[in-house]
């Protein structure tokens, strides 16, 4: 029993110690504009993300996650049709500046799968603003744009982030 109970301390303490290292998960909401908003009408994410510290300042890392944004169903006067919902996952670099301990400013720039039928996907940004609620949670709003081949898919989201 005494072992069991030393193993699962040490498995917490090595978690809380890897966390420090800048993995962080999250989820966001997103309200769809431009060319995105005449098909969907709000968008769900999940984010996920390691960042190394590069100075007291300034951390970089990479970003992925998921993305789907759920299609309308659009009148055309003579009949309707429900568009189809549109995925994306994101492969980024990131970086995130602190001016602050509150506060961060970053960006994430990369490439954005395509993952729903007819969607080749396209590049990726997505600056960013955070607000360090606690030491373990950041509230961020961000725009989201990803250019494709004729259009772009741009959304508005406000999202919580995690340390882990």
């Known amino acids: 029993m005494k072992k069991s109970v030393f193993f ?3 498995s917490i303490l090595a978690v809380q110690v890897y966390a420090q290292e800048g993995l ?4 966001n909401l997103g309200l769809p504009v ?7 009408g709000f968008s769900i994410g999940l984010d996920a993300m390691y960042h190394w510290e590069v100075s007291d300042a300034f951390n970089a890392g990479i970003a992925t996650g998921f993305t789907n944004a759920f299609g309308k169903t659009i009148d055309t ?8 919902d549109v995925q994306f996952l994101p492969i980024a670099a990131s970086g995130r500046f602190m001016p602050s301990e509150a506060f961060s400013v970053g960006l994430d720039l990369g490439y954005a799968i395509g993952i729903s039928d007819g969607n080749d996907g396209g590049l990726y940004y997505r600056p960013i603003v955070g607000y360090a609620v606690t030491t373990g949670t950041e509230l961020n709003l961000s725009y989201t744009g990803i250019s494709l081949d004729g259009g772009s898919w741009s959304t508005i989201n406000l999202g919580v982030l995690f340390n882990l």
């Open 77 to 84: 006067g003579v009949g309707s049709f429900e568009v189809e």
């Open 8 to 10: 699962i301390f040490l």
């Open 24 to 27: 962080k998960a999250g989820i």
């Open 34 to 40: 431009g060319d995105a908003g005449d098909v969907s």
